[in-house]
């Protein structure tokens, strides 16, 4: 007796490794972006340009099994704090403990909408 995978089942559990590499090709853009001083130096500019590709790529896989709205919202969180995190590394930004507190509602909030975005165990 064979048994066949219901290919739903495979796509959800890439949708959410998915979405994290998503998030972090995010982060790989804005970084990029502010290297690139408005796109007028070559090879951030080209990286930006490559890192935007590969972000909306592994978010459209992302999205065929996770909600849009869920998505887009974890997306979008990933980016922004891993851009706010890493720009004082890159960058002349600075981290003040009020940002640092702002940040640490959008990761709560994002965990949270993990958790919200599981399915109820089906019942016998």
Same mark, same amino acid.
Not at 16 to 43: K, Q, R
Not at 50 to 67: H, K, M
Not at 101 to 111: C, D, E, K, Q, R
């Given at each position: 007796?064979?048994?066949?995978?219901?290919?739903?089942?495979?796509?959800?559990?890439?949708?959410?490794?998915?979405?994290?590499?998503?998030?972090?090709?995010?982060? +790989?853009? /804005?970084?990029?972006?502010?290297?690139?001083?408005?796109?007028?130096?070559?090879?951030?500019?080209?990286?930006?340009?490559?890192?935007?590709?590969?972000?909306?790529? #592994?978010?459209?896989? #992302?999205?065929?099994?996770?909600?849009? +709205?869920?998505?887009? #919202?974890?997306?979008?969180?990933?980016? &922004?704090?891993?851009?706010?995190?890493? +720009?004082?590394?890159?960058?002349?930004?600075?981290?003040?403990?009020?940002? +640092?507190?702002?940040?640490?509602?959008?990761? #709560?909030?994002?965990?949270?909408?993990?958790? &919200?975005?599981?399915?109820?165990? /089906?019942?016998?």
């Amino acid at each position: 007796m064979t048994t066949t995978m219901n290919s739903s089942s495979t796509t959800d559990r890439k949708g959410w490794p998915m979405l994290l590499l998503a998030g972090v090709f995010e982060v +790989g853009y /804005a970084l990029s972006v502010g290297g690139s001083e408005g796109f007028t130096v070559l090879w951030p500019s080209i990286v930006a340009v490559v890192f935007f590709l590969l972000t909306l790529y #592994a978010l459209s896989v #992302a999205l065929r099994s996770i909600d849009v +709205g869920i998505g887009y #919202a974890v997306w979008a969180g990933i980016g &922004a704090v891993g851009a706010a995190l890493l +720009g004082p590394v890159f960058f002349d930004e600075t981290l003040t403990p009020a940002k +640092g507190l702002w940040l640490a509602v959008i990761i #709560a909030g994002v965990v949270w909408l993990k958790l &919200a975005d599981r399915t109820a165990p /089906a019942s016998t």
